[in-house]
């Protein structure tokens, strides 16, 4: 059964969609079964692995609506190996219409329970504010990945997502855990990044991945050629850098897993 983890910031423009399709094809690089899930009527998760968002029969907004089955609306990322649920600006009409249905944080977990024993891994892209579809996100949730930068502003902007996030699990979601904190746009060299680092190891000890992730010129470029970095060049430290977050994250779920057992 996949191990369902959003990816999320309220804040914008910390590597979020980015995180969410390098690390679906990271995975899927070493033969895990990954869902990508976009939940941003942005779209630019689907764009990023390959999928033209204007040309799109089904969304993530008919299977939030419950219109169609989930299986209608996946597609196959063809050449980066991993399957998407995609997204267009008409998931807006969903972020609104799912205010008025019963039940309606929970769409996304019920869609999903239909195809979670396919996969090893089902990774949601949030959109970067706290609204209907995040909540669904969270809902559906097993863990959280928060993609920050190492800046000021970003603990600010961690301290409101961590009590989201709590709130989220004492209403809906019992199970809702932190997988990790991953650095993104990381550079050792800046002194702030190195005193933030140290702050967020003194707080969150072994929640903050080994990992991370830096400011790389082919992860910029790829999403323009409809690819992840890992196709787009294998060898660049975005992808390289993306590689070693997959293998931590499996390593933490092989730990959870073992830890979970009677």
């Given at each position: 059964?996949?191990k369902?983890?959003?990816?999320?910031?309220?804040?914008?423009?910390?590597g979020?969609?980015?995180?969410c399709?390098?690390?679906?094809?990271s995975?899927?690089a070493?033969?895990?079964?990954?869902?990508?899930?976009?939940?941003?009527?942005q779209?630019?998760?689907?764009?990023?692995?390959?999928i033209?968002?204007?040309?799109?029969?089904?969304?993530?907004?008919?299977?939030?609506m419950?219109?169609?089955d989930?299986?209608?609306?996946?597609?196959?990322s063809?050449?980066?190996?991993?399957d998407?649920?995609p997204?267009?600006?008409?998931?807006t009409?969903?972020?609104?219409?799912?205010l008025?249905?019963?039940?309606?944080?929970?769409?996304?977990?019920?869609?999903?329970?239909?195809?979670?024993?396919?996969?090893?891994?089902?990774?949601?892209?949030?959109?970067?504010s706290?609204?209907?579809?995040?909540?669904?996100?969270?809902?559906?949730?097993?863990?959280?990945?928060?993609?920050?930068q190492?800046?000021?502003?970003?603990?600010?902007?961690?301290?409101?997502?961590?009590?989201?996030?709590?709130q989220?699990?004492?209403?809906?979601?019992?199970?809702?855990e932190?997988?990790?904190l991953?650095?993104?746009?990381?550079?050792?060299?800046?002194?702030?990044?190195?005193?933030v680092?140290?702050?967020?190891?003194?707080?969150?000890?072994?929640?903050?991945?080994?990992?991370a992730?830096?400011?790389?010129?082919?992860?910029?470029?790829?999403p323009s050629?409809?690819?992840?970095?890992?196709?787009?060049?294998?060898?660049?430290r975005?992808?390289?850098?993306?590689?070693?977050?997959?293998?931590?994250?499996?390593?933490?779920?092989?730990?959870?897993s073992?830890?979970?057992?009677?």
């Open positions: 059964m996949a369902i983890i959003a990816v999320t910031n309220q804040k914008g423009g910390v979020k969609t980015t995180t399709v390098n690390l679906s094809a995975l899927a070493t033969k895990r079964r990954v869902l990508m899930v976009d939940l941003d009527p779209g630019n998760a689907s764009m990023g692995a390959g033209d968002k204007y040309s799109l029969k089904y969304t993530a907004n008919e299977v939030l419950n219109e169609i989930i299986e209608q609306a996946i597609q196959p063809e050449q980066s190996g991993f998407v649920l997204a267009n600006s008409d998931l009409a969903a972020e609104v219409n799912l008025h249905e019963l039940s309606r944080e929970a769409r996304l977990q019920q869609a999903l329970s239909r195809v979670k024993e396919r996969y090893d891994y089902i990774l949601i892209d949030c959109p970067p706290l609204n209907m579809l995040t909540l669904n996100a969270l809902t559906a949730a097993k863990s959280v990945i928060i993609p920050m190492c800046e000021y502003y970003a603990l600010e902007g961690l301290a409101a997502l961590l009590d989201t996030i709590e989220v699990k004492q209403a809906v979601n019992p199970d809702l932190v997988e990790g991953l650095r993104t746009m990381f550079d050792p060299r800046n002194r702030l990044s190195s005193e680092v140290k702050q967020l190891r003194e707080h969150f000890a072994d929640k903050v991945f080994r990992t992730i830096p400011r790389n010129i082919k992860l910029a470029e790829a050629h409809g690819l992840p970095a890992l196709q787009y060049d294998r060898t660049s975005g992808a390289q850098a993306y590689l070693a977050l997959a293998s931590e994250l499996a390593r933490r779920t092989s730990s959870d073992v830890a979970n057992q009677p």
